[in-house]
């Protein structure tokens, strides 16, 4: 284990399953920092869990809910571990040059592409006779316009563009030479290869430093072809179908209230989505006992698959609500293979379980404090002062100068003659062709994003110093050199974005409401930290 938390413990485990989110999809690199703070954030839960125990809120009903959905994941995963993950090839070392020496070749390469084999055999037989071109047999075989006039062109592909059989064949074949069909996923495809780009000085130095990316790579590029075979097999079986017209009006009505993905805050990924389906029964009452989809001889109505949507993932949920229902009724099928197999006792189930149980516990017992937090306008508008240079600066506003003509060479010229210690000020005046500033040296005055009528202009300039010439840019007008003379940021004004201040501000009483409930349940209960444990968890 990792630490121990009063009667709670962090097993490696269970550090695993929160560290490996934060360094493989998140913005941060592993590291002894890195990993304190997420076990620093695992303990908090453990100890606020505890005090919601003492508060007796491991009574409320939400936890029976929790723990099976929990329970039901977790199984599902071990299922998955044991049909698939623990079935994959570890990448020897020879897997890994290989890997190393593709990931350094680029590939110029065209295709043709038949979804049967023996079509596919058809157009190799083509080829080999050499009454058509692979150029000519491209504009027949897509319907893709660009992949019809570009003779099936993929353009230039890098190790692990391609699935891995397409990949194989593609790095096997000479420059010039059509392979045989070859096989992928999504049906048979006939390969040409260009021309290839390699790096040449590579060192061992190198091959080192990439290993354990390339290993992952392989390894997950592994588990997508033997996972999706996989449970594709054992989904075929079961035979799921939609009921379109129940799932279509229910499906819709979902859409109509789901939030906006950017009004998301990070935190609430894991809640469910009551604030988006507040009066969703009422307006699905009709199709409550209607059954939205069936699978082995039996369904869900709609109610059911209600009670289960808060579980489904939020990309899925966002952009494929019949994928996503598809994922959830595999979930559930896998969750049973793993009951009857008596995996709801494997140590790793009840791990994740305990620690699911335990980060609601700890959310219910922190909003039962947040609760109690009174916001007024007076501390709206407070936070708003003390916050405003940090957080809520508008877009920079800048004075622009433009000098406008209509001739690319005259624009190079004055240009040149910026660049060698002319003065903008005479050649505005002088060259300019915008009449309107003709009398004011070219000066276009404030200019701020999104208000601008001169916004390539002012995107320009911004990426200089103030005072730094930049062009010539093609406008609408002709060409331009403009800088910026001046450059001031000002505060958004607190009424267009009241609710963003708000929110923030809430988000820091938070945080500072979390802290003082930590800093009173450390005294509380024994924390032991076993460092030596953490820093010599393997990197992944």
Do not use: C
């Not at 019809?148 to 563009?161: E, I, P, Q, R, T």
């Not at 939020?314 to 994922?327: D, H, K, M, S």
């Amino acid at each position: 284990m990792v630490a121990k938390v009063g009667n709670r413990t962090i097993s490696i485990t269970s550090f695993e399953r929160a560290y490996l989110p934060v360094i493989l999809y998140g913005d941060k690199f592993d590291s002894p920092e890195t990993r304190k703070q997420t076990l620093d954030y695992l303990i908090g839960d453990k100890l606020l869990a505890q005090e919601a125990e003492k508060a007796e809120m491991d009574t409320f009903s939400i936890l029976k809910h929790v723990t099976r959905v929990a329970e039901q994941k977790a199984i599902a995963r071990h299922v998955y571990d044991d049909w698939v993950r623990k079935k994959i090839p570890v990448p020897t070392d020879d897997d890994l040059r290989l890997a190393f020496e593709r990931s350094n070749k680029s590939m110029l390469v065209r295709h043709l592409f038949a979804s049967t084999k023996s079509a596919s055999d058809s157009l190799y037989a083509i080829l080999q006779s050499g009454s058509m071109t692979f150029e000519e047999l491209a504009a027949r075989v897509f319907t893709d316009s660009l992949l019809a006039a570009d003779g099936g062109s993929l353009g230039w592909l890098a190790w692990g563009d391609l699935d891995e059989n397409l990949e194989n064949a593609a790095y096997d074949a000479p420059v010039g030479k059509f392979t045989e069909p070859v096989e992928s996923q999504y049906g048979w495809h006939i390969l040409r290869v260009d021309d290839y780009k390699k790096q040449v000085i590579t060192s061992e130095t190198d091959y080192l430093q990439t290993k354990p990316a390339l290993n992952r790579r392989i390894y997950e590029r592994r588990e997508a072809i033997i996972g999706k075979q996989v449970l594709n097999d054992f989904m075929r079986d079961q035979q799921v179908s939609f009921n379109r017209e129940i799932a279509k009006p229910v499906f819709n009505a979902i859409i109509a209230r789901r939030a906006p993905k950017d009004d998301m805050a990070p935190g609430e990924r894991e809640k469910p989505l009551e604030r988006e389906f507040a009066t969703l029964r009422d307006e699905l009452a009709p199709y409550m006992d209607q059954t939205i989809v069936s699978f082995s001889g039996e369904g869900w109505t709609v109610s059911g698959f209600l009670e289960r949507l808060p579980e489904m993932g939020r990309r899925e949920f966002y952009n494929n609500l019949y994928l996503g229902t598809a994922n959830l009724v595999r979930d559930e099928l896998l969750s049973r293979a793993g009951y009857a197999e008596g995996y709801e006792k494997a140590i790793d189930v009840v791990e994740e379980v305990q620690d699911r149980k335990d980060k609601i516990l700890a959310q219910l017992y922190l909003q039962t404090l947040w609760d109690t937090l009174t916001i007024t306008e007076k501390m709206v508008g407070k936070y708003y002062q003390d916050n405003w240079q940090r957080r809520y600066q508008g877009p920079d506003s800048l004075r622009l100068q433009e000098i406008l003509v209509s001739d690319k060479a005259l624009a190079d010229t004055l240009m040149f003659r910026l660049r060698s210690g002319a003065d903008f000020d005479e050649l505005a005046q002088r060259f300019t062709q915008r009449v309107e500033f003709e009398h004011t040296i070219g000066d276009l005055g404030w200019q701020v994003a999104g208000k601008t009528a001169y916004e390539i202009e002012y995107s320009q300039a911004l990426k200089v110093k103030t005072g730094v010439p930049v062009g010539p840019i093609e406008t609408e007008s002709g060409w331009a050199i403009v800088r910026s003379t001046d450059r001031v940021r000002y505060a958004e004004p607190l009424r267009l974005i009241r609710d963003k201040v708000q929110k923030d501000m809430e988000n820091y009483h938070q945080s500072i409401v979390r802290q003082k409930a930590l800093d009173e349940a450390r005294s509380h209960y024994k924390i032991d930290r076993y460092q030596d444990v953490l820093s010599m968890i393997d990197k992944k």
